[in-house]
C-alpha cells in the first residue's frame, strides 16, 4: 500500500511488523494465546529465502467474517485515507497522492474471508496505480496481506496488471504458489530479523522489520505518540522504505532510506465516508474485478478467485447531511480545487417531451440537453485529465453497455470505449483507451451518451 515499487507490494508494502512477538501476549487475543513461532522461510524452486522468517499460515485460524481491528492497523469498512507527498518518476521529484479505501466487500482468497482494499496512486494528479488489495487479520491479532491487483495506468488509461498475485495460486505455470505475510501483528518488539510480508517466486518479493517503537512523531500535519517503526525493502532493490503508524490510526507517515524513489507521504485526511461515497467506493472495486476478470489479458490467477461478496455495510451507514468525504475523484497536487471535473446540471436537463430524442451521428452533432431523459443510465461525472467517465444505472434492471458510445461534444470525438453491464443503483467508472486526450482541459466540454439502438440517454453540462 501506497508503494509504487512494483517489487515490494504495493498495499502490504506499507505494513508490517516484527514476526518475532513469539510468545507475546497480543492485546485482544484469548487467555494464554501467543503469537505463533515464526518458522524459517522456505526454499522454493528456483529461489532462495527472500527474508529471515515467514509467519506460519492456516485458514483455521481465521475467522468466518472478517474483521481487521488492530490497535496499529485498524481497518474499518467505509474509511479513506488521503496521503500526500513526493516520489520520483524517473525524472526527479513530483507531487504524488495516494488514496486508500476500505471498502464494505469481502473476497475469501486462500480459504481466508477477506477485507477487500481499493487503493489508487496519482502522479501529478494522473491515475497511474488502482489496486483491489486482500488483508484479513487471524484469530492472534495479526493482519494478512493475502493478495493483490495492482492496475497499472499510462495517461489515466489502463494498460496491464502483470503482477498479481494471490496467496495459495501460482500466477504462472510452474512456479511455485504466492505466499501471504503478516502486516502488523498486534504486539510489535524491535529487532533486525526481516519476514515476509508478500512473495512470488519473479511477482513480489517484500520483507520487513521493527525499526522502532514507543517514539513520538511530528510532522507538517500532527503530532503521533507511540509510533512504531517499520523498515521494508525488496531484494534485488535498492533502498529501504519506512512506515510510521500510529495507535487508532495506521500509517500516517511514510518516508526513504537511500531509495531512488524517494518517496515521502503524509496522512493529510483520515475520513469516515457517507452512505453515497462508501456505495461509490464499492461501485468501482467492483467495476475493477469486472476489469479483472473480463477484460485484462495481462494475467490469468484473478479467474482462479471467488468473486468478492458484499456485504451490505455502506447502506447501514447514516446519510449525513453535510458529507464528511471528499469526492471520488482525481486529487489535485496542492488542494486546489480540480476544473477538470465536473457534474450534470440537473437543473438543465429535465427533459421535455415536446422535443424528439437526439440521435447518434458520430458524435458529430451537439444535441439539445432538454432531450436527455437521463434515465435509464445518466453520466455521472467526466474527468477530463484523466479521461475517466463515471456512468449510473438509476433504474430496476441491469442494463448492456455493449455498442453504447459517450460523445466529446468540443472536438466531436468519441470516449472509447463503454462496454460491459451496469446493474440497478450501481456507478462504474471507465477510461477512455482509444484516441489520447479526447476531452478538452482548457474550454467547455459536453457529453452526450447514446444507447446501442443510437438513443441519446443523457447529456453533462461541463461546468
Not at 206 to 219: A, F, H, S
Not at 391 to 419: A, K, M, P, Y
Request: charge should be negative.
Amino acid at each position: 500500500m501506497w508503494s509504487q515499487h512494483r517489487g515490494r507490494s504495493a498495499l502490504a508494502s506499507i505494513l508490517a511488523t516484527l514476526i518475532l512477538a513469539l510468545l507475546a501476549q497480543v492485546p485482544g487475543a484469548g487467555a494464554g494465546q501467543a503469537t505463533p513461532l515464526p518458522k524459517k522461510a522456505a526454499i522454493f524452486a528456483g529461489a532462495s529465502p527472500i527474508c529471515d522468517v515467514a509467519p506460519e499460515f492456516s485458514a483455521s485460524n481465521f475467522p468466518s467474517t472478517p474483521k481487521v481491528d488492530g490497535t496499529y492497523y485498524p481497518l474499518i469498512p467505509g474509511t479513506q485515507f488521503v496521503l500526500e507527498g513526493v516520489a520520483n518518476d524517473g525524472s526527479g521529484l513530483v507531487d504524488h497522492q495516494v488514496i486508500f479505501t476500505v471498502t464494505d466487500l469481502t473476497k475469501v482468497v486462500d480459504g481466508v474471508k477477506t477485507v477487500v482494499l481499493w487503493d489508487r496512486d496519482f502522479s501529478q494528479g494522473v491515475l497511474t496505480e488502482a489496486e483491489l488489495a486482500f488483508h484479513a487479520q487471524d484469530t492472534f491479532g495479526n493482519p494478512w496481506n493475502l493478495g493483490e491487483y495492482p492496475a497499472q495506468y499510462k495517461n489515466g488509461k489502463f494498460i496491464d496488471a502483470p503482477d498479481t498475485w494471490f496467496a495459495g495460486l501460482s500466477s504462472k505455470a510452474g512456479v511455485a504458489k504466492a505466499l501471504g505475510g503478516w502486516v502488523l501483528p498486534g504486539n510489535p518488539q524491535v529487532s533486525t530479523q526481516k519476514f515476509i510480508q508478500a512473495y512470488e517466486p519473479g511477482i513480489i518479493g517484500d520483507c520487513g522489520w521493527v525499526d522502532k517503537v514507543g517514539q513520538r512523531v511530528c510532522n507538517q500535519v500532527s503530532c503521533y505518540d507511540n509510533v512504531v517503526i517499520i523498515n521494508e525493502e525488496s531484494p534485488g532493490e535498492a533502498g529501504t522504505q519506512q512506515k510510521y503508524y500510529a495507535p487508532g490510526v495506521g500509517n500516517f507517515q511514510i518516508g526513504a532510506l537511500n531509495d531512488p524513489q524517494g518517496e515521502t507521504l503524509v496522512l493529510t485526511k483520515l475520513i469516515h465516508l457517507g452512505r453515497a461515497d462508501c456505495i461509490a467506493a464499492r461501485d468501482a472495486a467492483l467495476a475493477l474485478e469486472d476489469q479483472a476478470y473480463n477484460h485484462d489479458t495481462s494475467q490469468k490467477v484473478y479467474d482462479l478467485t471467488a468473486p468478492v461478496e458484499q456485504t451490505g455495510l455502506c447502506e447501514a451507514t447514516t446519510p449525513t447531511v453535510t458529507p464528511t468525504a471528499t469526492p471520488l475523484t482525481t486529487p489535485t497536487p496542492g488542494g486546489a480545487p480540480d476544473t477538470s471535473i465536473y457534474l450534470p446540471l440537473a437543473s438543465n436537463l429535465k427533459p421535455t417531451s415536446a422535443l424528439p430524442p437526439a440521435l447518434y451521428d458520430g458524435c458529430q452533432s451537439d444535441p439539445n440537453p432538454a432531450s436527455a431523459p437521463n434515465t435509464p443510465v445518466r453520466i455521472v461525472s467526466v474527468n477530463k485529465l484523466t479521461e475517466v467517465v463515471t456512468l449510473q444505472n438509476v433504474g430496476d434492471r441491469t442494463i448492456s453497455l455493449e455498442d453504447w458510445n459517450l460523445c466529446s461534444l468540443n472536438g466531436n470525438q468519441d470516449h472509447d470505449q463503454i462496454f460491459g453491464t451496469i446493474a440497478p443503483g450501481q456507478m462504474r467508472t471507465f477510461p477512455n483507451i482509444g484516441t489520447p486526450n479526447i476531452w478538452n482541459d482548457t474550454e467547455r466540454d459536453d457529453a452526450a451518451l447514446y444507447n446501442a439502438a443510437g438513443v441519446m440517454v443523457s447529456y453533462l453540462a461541463d461546468q
